[in-house]
């Protein structure tokens, strides 16, 4: 439906007010409302910010966090979203709150104010890693390590409920992978204002696909924070997920529920070549995601805003459309990151620790599929042009 632009139904409103009330009611309750409706849906500034909670089990540097919100009057309900963990530790020191730009934009435009946690002892956050109190596999204790994980998105929400246009008594927890059984463990524990929480893929402990260690004690672990917690959950998994697959999930789940644990499962369509990757399509989740909150009443706009289009940056010269759409997708992404082109091939990085990393990344992805004798440059950095 055509929306008229604010300033034109503005000045039609206040000739409306000039003329005989009793003929132009309804059309003035009609234009009010429109208007109204056009400025929800104007496009707002949003504001992306990468901050450090200070904290002392997080020092020197505290938790490295990234604030995404549309800028706009009020106080707003806030999101407390985190990371899973690699496969591969030494992956553990890359992770970036950036990573989750896409996924923290998608609440953005929907009211909500969104600060992405890396957790202690990941990339630039100081302190322990929460995968330290997990035990050594076939001695585990993922229950340990999950409530010492959760403490850092309860450190994150007492820092959000101080921010100016934060409302502190609505909040809700997104995880992924071994962010998501934190995200259960903190409901078992819930500060006042968590209303609800989302848990993508939760687990910890696997070693190589369909390969969990001790996945008896992770079963434990959902049963335990099932006797606690009571806070409304959407728990998410993929038919495919190679970490923790449907049978075992399920089971997760039966034993969360049966001591009393709430929450709503949903068994996700395969996705890419591991549905593990779940939470990364956003187009999978989106509307599974709006379903809950408005059963909840947990949406704070009417509708959305509209999607954020890429910056006005021209692509690289000489890529075919697959390489334009794949730039257009790389401008949206966040820092640090790299596109690289050869003649007849491409690659890029995104959200990485650095921008010399992203550089070699987003050569290494270019050099897969490259032609021989034909060799990468990158082109751009962070969205700026680089030229030779």
């Known amino acids: 439906m055509w929306v008229p632009h604010v300033s034109i139904l503005r000045r039609g409103i206040r000739a409306l007010y000039s003329s005989s009330v009793r003929n132009c009611c309804p059309l003035l309750l009609l234009l009010v409302a429109l208007s109204a409706n056009a400025q929800t849906t104007a496009a707002p500034h949003y504001v992306e910010r990468e901050i450090f909670i200070p904290w002392t089990q997080a020092a020197p540097n505290g938790l490295d966090t990234l604030l995404v919100y549309a800028d706009l009057p009020g106080k707003h309900p806030f999101v407390v979203m985190t990371h899973g963990s690699s496969r591969k530790p030494e992956e553990h020191a890359e992770v970036t709150p950036w990573g989750f730009l896409p996924q923290a934009q998608w609440f953005a435009r929907r009211g909500w104010v969104v600060l992405v946690v890396v957790r202690r002892g990941y990339g630039h956050s100081g302190g322990e890693q929460d995968g330290r109190r997990a035990g050594h596999c076939p001695s585990t204790d993922y229950q340990a390590a999950a409530e010492y994980a959760a403490e850092d998105l309860r450190v994150a929400m007492d820092y959000a409920r101080?921010?100016?246009?934060?409302?502190?008594d609505r909040a809700?927890?997104?995880?992924?992978?071994?962010?998501?059984?934190?995200?259960?463990?903190?409901?078992?524990?819930?500060?006042r204002e968590l209303?609800?929480?989302?848990?993508?893929?939760?687990?910890?402990?696997s070693q190589a696909d369909h390969d969990v260690c001790n996945p008896d004690d992770l079963v434990?672990?959902?049963?335990?924070?099932?006797?606690?917690?009571?806070?409304?959950?959407?728990?998410l998994y993929a038919q495919n997920d190679k970490?923790?697959?449907?049978?075992?999930?399920?089971?997760?789940?039966?034993?969360?529920?049966?001591?009393?644990?709430?929450d709503q499962f949903v068994l996700a369509p395969p996705i890419g070549d591991d549905g593990h990757s779940l939470f990364r399509h956003v187009d999978a989740w989106s509307d599974t995601v709006d379903a809950f909150l408005i059963a909840h009443q947990l949406n704070p706009l009417p509708q959305p805003f509209p999607e954020i289009p890429p910056?006005?940056?021209?692509?690289?010269?000489?890529?075919?459309?697959?390489?334009?759409?794949?730039?257009?997708?790389?401008?949206?992404?966040?820092?640090?990151?790299?596109?690289?082109?050869?003649?007849?091939?491409?690659?890029?990085?995104?959200?990485?620790?650095?921008?010399?990393?992203?550089?070699?990344?987003a050569l290494d992805n270019c050099r897969h599929s490259v032609r021989s004798g034909e060799d990468c440059v990158v082109v751009s950095v962070d969205n700026a042009a680089v030229h030779p």
């Open 311 to 361: 910056p006005n940056v021209p692509p690289p010269p000489g890529l075919s459309e697959n390489g334009q759409h794949a730039f257009e997708s790389y401008l949206l992404l966040g820092p640090h990151k790299a596109f690289a082109t050869s003649p007849h091939s491409f690659g890029f990085s995104t959200a990485q620790i650095s921008a010399d990393d992203a550089r070699h990344k």
């Open 162 to 168: 101080s921010l100016p246009n934060v409302d502190p």
């Open 172 to 191: 809700i927890a997104v995880g992924v992978s071994t962010g998501g059984l934190a995200t259960v463990a903190l409901t078992a524990n819930a500060p």
């Open 220 to 235: 434990h672990a959902y049963k335990d924070f099932g006797k606690h917690s009571r806070v409304p959950m959407l728990w």
């Open 243 to 262: 970490f923790f697959w449907p049978e075992l999930a399920q089971k997760f789940d039966a034993a969360f529920r049966s001591q009393g644990g709430n």
């Open 195 to 205: 209303v609800a929480a989302i848990n993508f893929a939760g687990g910890r402990g």
